[in-house]
């Protein structure tokens, strides 16, 4: 097996295109072709455990966090980043990173293993994304308007929410006139012709688009295909930042945050002063996810869970939510749990280690 194989699945389920803006995650050094002799899994890469990957004769390193987030012009090893990759790089060690792409999935993300930690129910995105849908509407003859529609629905498109097979479809009538050096499939050269088509119109993810277009025209009898492609602006409820979900019954402020503290294996929560009303709707985010406290408090959360909250953004709790802050690592220390569900689900006769290194920058005393 190829590290390809492995990096090309994780893609499947987390496409590098749901990242944001500053990420990096992906292949972050090493060659894609190379065989894989085994998976080590961390949320943060450092010198111990590249190490750790050589003791265990392992060439790829999966983890949360890329070691590269901008540029490099130079690599002497002047401070941890560098070592780290000159190291992997001397001991032919691949780093792969799946970052905010993770994040962002609802059924297999971070935040979801998250709310399945804290037992939450009926979970949603939070902060859907925009802008990430595309519209397909293709012009099919009326008798291979079944074949073309089914070749859609096989490559991705025509999935809304919970619902696959998605489509719109009315009938019209096209006209063409095929050109001396045409082959038109219907129709008579140099001669006006209508044709009884089928409009069909299907919705599709933006980074399915080349493979989606691809299969549909392949399956497509005409030897140039009349479709168009538009930009939706719509919310897509699958994609997106944080996720909000209900307990199954309420619970009182201070047994709730002492069952995170627990749940989550957190060392010490930091929290707005409480309400003194029951918690049932709670907002999470893996990370640092102060940017979506006002997503939870319009979505009426009783507590946002998440890290990294600087002192100010305290006070923008303004009594309306309670913030709870149980760490960057110790929100997304799960993660390696996460990676090592969905490899075992394809590779379950591979070697997939977990790290035995605390790659925790942030110790308490």
Known sequence: MRISDITNYLETLAPLSFQESYDNAGLILGDASNQASGVLITLDVTEAVVEEAIALNVNLIIAHHPIVFSGLKKITGKNY??????????????IYAAHTNLDSVL????????????????????DPVVGKLLKLVVFVPENYAD?????????????????????????????????ETANPFVGEKEKLHREPEVRIEVVLPEHLKTKVIDAMIQSHPYEEVAYD????ENAWSQVGSGMIGE????????????????SLNTNCIRHTELRQ?????VAVCGGAGSFLLKHAIKAQADVFISGDFKYHQFFDADGKIL??????????????ELFYELLMRKFSNFAIHF???????????
């Open 147 to 179: 074949k073309v529609r089914n070749v859609l629905f096989k490559a991705g498109a025509g999935t809304i929410g919970a619902y696959d097979s998605c489509s719109f479809n009315s009938a019209g009538t096209g006209t063409f006139k095929a050109g």
């Open 81 to 94: 980043v560098e070592r780290t990759l000159i190291k992997a790089i001397k001991n032919d060690v691949a």
């Open 355 to 365: 790290t035995k290194v605390n790659t925790n920058p942030i110790k308490y005393l």
């Open 323 to 336: 913030i709870a802050d149980v760490g960057h690592f110790e929100s997304e220390q799960f993660t390696k």
């Open 247 to 262: 307990l199954e019954t309420a619970e009182e402020e201070a047994n709730f945050l002492h069952r995170v503290k627990h």
């Open 107 to 126: 059924q297999h993300g971070v935040n979801t293993m998250i709310c399945q930690k804290l037992g939450l129910k009926n979970t949603t995105i939070l």
């Open 229 to 232: 492609i538009y930009r939706l």
């Open 277 to 281: 009303k029951p918690v049932k709707k």
